[in-house]
């Protein structure tokens, strides 16, 4: 299967002298859950921007579903979950979701059900109506997960979309997007915990600016002959140093 | 560009600002409550007073557009929701359209109770007549809207932001001609109140104040303004980029 994502000798300079990316290339697979794994700072943000077309390039391309990063038709086929909250605040949930459904490019007509059918696969129907300054943290990150399933799109890129999450949503939510993956969706998500990373189908290990690791969780803890990522993780950074 | 993208993001900015009813109560309250302290404050030159109250009218909505502007569009920038925008088929120029609109119909309600108390109850007459009026409070405010929407690209953080308007707007205040006569200025300020687009807000509603017919002066006064606010929109809209340098 063609992948959902290339990249090819990204390198990428943040204001100009601190190396957010070096040389990072990666082939990622459609239909799959695909884990950025990584301390914060690793440059994982910077990764997910490169691909969602918010970064311009200085070196290196990026390919997603064939199409250059950023470039007009991919508007329609991706959504980003930015590390902020990335809603309004002072608007309900349902006003929310409403408005980004015309924003990406949905007839009024449609509004109505495609914000039933977010709020229904985030399980927040009995919030629709409150004020999303109102709500807890978790119900606001659900909340803006829930513009990212907008219009089912081919690629989701949520960066650290459980952060905080208690253990039950987030084992809730990662449900979620090992079902959405069963549907075709392929969605790359990012996070500094590493108990996260087995639920992954693809895994990928960033630090430093640099991928160290890129496999199947199994592979890699065979691989490194450890039992959780975690212990992968620090042997592999130990190999380096 | 997209029409109901642009009315969904005008929509979108007025139902944040209805959820905000302090925010609303401020707009629409302050600027008559000024007129009215200055009504006392001139009691004994009831004349003075007159002549500044319609002026004023050019100036509150432009000041008061331009620091809720600068601020809400730099929530955007800093919040995540301008970065999820950018990835959505959504063009900048409905963005920006969205909250120019949305803002002008903030103004023309604020304009017609300013209106309303300065011409009703404090008795300013104008020869221009109210239509007039109105028309030259509604371009001022689409005026601090561009303005506000280009200076948020300049600030990092709410502090800066509302540093902008002593920045940005108190030199135009100062030389706009309502405190002097501009041609009584020293010449610098002069040339400076000529090139700056408050000036001329100001101008058009001395115009409306002083000539019961619609004079050149007042429609190049009114047509420079509206050419600044369109120009700002086009840089502001510049300042927001797709794809950003790292």
Known sequence: MEPAVKINNVSVTLGGHVAALKDVSLELPAGKTIGFIGPSGAGKTTLIRSIVGRLKLEQGSIEVFGQPAGSARLRRELSYMTQELSVYPDLTVQENLRYFAIMTGHPQGQAAAIVHEVLEAVDMRDKAGSLVSNLSGGQKQRASLAVALIGSPRLMVLDEPTVGLDPVLRDRLWKLFNHLASQGTSLIISSHSMDEASRCDDLVLIRGGEVIAHSSPEELRRRTGTKTIEQSFLKLVGGRE | ?246
Not at chain 2, 48 to 64: C, E, K
Not at chain 2, 68 to 85: F, K, N, P, Q, V
Not at chain 2, 111 to 123: C, K, P, Q, S
Request: glycine content about 8%.
């Open chain 2, 1 to 246: 560009m997209s029409p109901a993208m642009t009315l969904a993001t005008a929509r979108r900015v007025m139902s944040q600002l209805r959820h905000d009813p302090r925010t609303l109560a401020l707009l629409f309250v302050i600027p008559p409550v000024l007129l009215t302290v200055l009504k006392y404050v001139f009691q004994g030159a009831p004349q003075q007073f007159s002549g500044i109250a319609p002026m004023l009218l050019g100036i509150f909505p432009m000041v008061m557009m331009f620091l809720i502007t600068s601020i809400a569009t730099l929530r955007e920038r800093t919040g995540g929701t301008l970065d999820r925008l950018m990835t959505m088929p959504v063009g900048k120029l409905d963005f920006i359209l969205g909250y120019a609109l949305a803002f002008s119909l903030v103004a023309c309600l604020q304009a017609v109770i300013t209106g309303t108390v300065m011409l009703g109850l404090l008795h300013v007459t104008v020869l221009g007549g109210t239509l007039p009026t109105l028309i030259g409070a509604v371009l001022a405010a689409l005026l601090g809207t561009a303005l506000g929407l280009f200076a948020s690209a300049f600030a990092r953080s709410e502090f800066q932001a509302v540093q902008f308007m002593p920045a940005f707007i108190f030199p135009q205040l100062l030389t706009c001609g309502l405190f002097a006569a501009r041609d009584a200025m020293a010449r610098p300020l002069q040339w400076f109140a000529d090139v700056m687009p408050l000036t001329y807000s100001v101008d058009a509603m001395k115009q409306v104040t002083l000539h019961p017919n619609w004079t050149a002066t007042h429609t190049k006064d009114l047509g420079i303004v509206v050419a600044y606010a369109v120009a700002a929109l086009i840089l502001g809209s510049v300042t927001i980029q797709r794809q950003e340098k790292g």
